[in-house]
T-cell receptor
Framework: DTAVSQTPKYLVTQMGNDKSIKCEQN?????MYWYKQDSKKFLKIMFS???????INETVPNRFSPKSPDKAHLNLHINSLELGDSAVYFC???????????FGQGTRLTVV | GDSVTQMEGPVTLSEEAFLTINCTYT??????LFWYVQYPGEGLQLLLK?????DKGSNKGFEATYRKETTSFHLEKGSVQVSDSAVYFC????????????FGTGTQLKVEL
C-alpha cells in the first residue's frame, strides 16, 4: 500500500543512453513533482504537474522530459545521459499545490 | 525569490542531549513552513508543519514555532535518541513563489551513545 512509488530504485547506465524513471501515487492527489538531490543532499525542484498539466518547469536541460499519462502517474525520461545527471531523483505528490508533499523512496541514478 | 537557510552540519550530539537546528527563510507573502526528515537510504518524510504565524508544529518530540517577526522556524527536541540520526530539511511553500516547495540545504544529525 505504498503511497508514492518509484521504479527503479537503482539505475546504473552509460553516458549517452536514454532512460526512464516511473512514478505512481495512490493517494488521489492532483499535483505531482520531480526533485533532484545532489551528492551534497541539496534538493531542487525540476517539474510539477497538476492534473496532468505542467505548472512548474525549472531550469532543467531539455534532455529531461516529464510525461503524465494521468494524474496518478508522472514519469521522467532522460535522453543522452551525462555524468552530471548522477543523483537521486525523488517523485512526490500533494493534494494540491498548497499542501505538504509526500515523497517516494527515490531513484539513485549513476551514469558511468 | 523564496529561500531557506539552515545551519550547516553535521551536528553531533550525545544521546539525551538537547537539539536545536536553526532555520530562517525569505518568502513573498505568508508561507507555510515544514520540517522534513530523511533517514539513510530513504525518501523524505514530513516531520511537522506550521501554516501561520505563531503556530507550533510538533511530532515525535520535535517542535518548531513559526516566528514571523524573525522569519524563523527552528527545530528543537529536548532529548535526542540514536534513532533520530538523519538529515533534516527545513522547507517553505508560498503563493508568491509559485507554490513550489523550496528546501534548505539540509542538516545532518548524528546522535551517539
Amino acid at each position: 500500500d505504498t503511497a508514492v512509488s518509484q521504479t527503479p530504485k537503482y539505475l546504473v547506465t552509460q553516458m549517452g543512453n536514454d532512460k526512464s524513471i516511473k512514478c505512481e501515487q495512490n493517494l488521489g492527489h492532483d499535483t505531482m513533482y520531480w526533485y533532484k538531490q545532489d551528492s551534497k543532499k541539496f534538493l531542487k525542484i525540476m517539474f510539477s504537474y497538476n492534473n496532468k498539466e505542467l505548472i512548474i518547469n525549472e531550469t532543467v536541460p531539455n534532455r529531461f522530459s516529464p510525461k503524465s499519462p494521468d494524474k496518478a502517474h508522472l514519469n521522467l525520461h532522460i535522453n543522452s545521459l551525462e555524468l552530471g545527471d548522477s543523483a537521486v531523483y525523488f517523485c512526490a505528490s500533494s493534494p494540491d499545490s498548497t499542501y505538504e508533499a509526500f515523497f517516494g523512496q527515490g531513484t539513485r541514478l549513476t551514469v558511468v | 525569490g523564496d529561500s531557506v537557510t539552515q545551519m550547516e552540519g553535521p551536528v553531533t550530539l550525545s544521546e539525551e542531549a538537547f537539539l536545536t537546528i536553526n532555520c530562517t527563510y525569505t518568502a513573498t507573502g505568508y508561507p507555510s513552513l515544514f520540517w522534513y526528515v530523511q533517514y539513510p537510504g530513504e525518501g523524505l518524510q514530513l516531520l511537522l508543519k506550521a501554516t501561520k504565524a505563531d503556530d507550533k508544529g510538533s511530532n515525535k518530540g520535535f517542535e518548531a514555532t513559526y516566528r514571523k517577526e524573525t522569519t524563523s522556524f527552528h527545530l528543537e527536541k529536548g532529548s535526542v535518541q540514536v534513532s533520530d540520526s538523519a538529515v533534516y530539511f527545513c522547507a517553505l511553500r508560498s503563493p508568491g513563489g509559485g507554490n513550489k516547495l523550496t528546501f534548505g540545504t539540509g542538516t545532518q544529525l548524528k546522535v551517539e551513545l
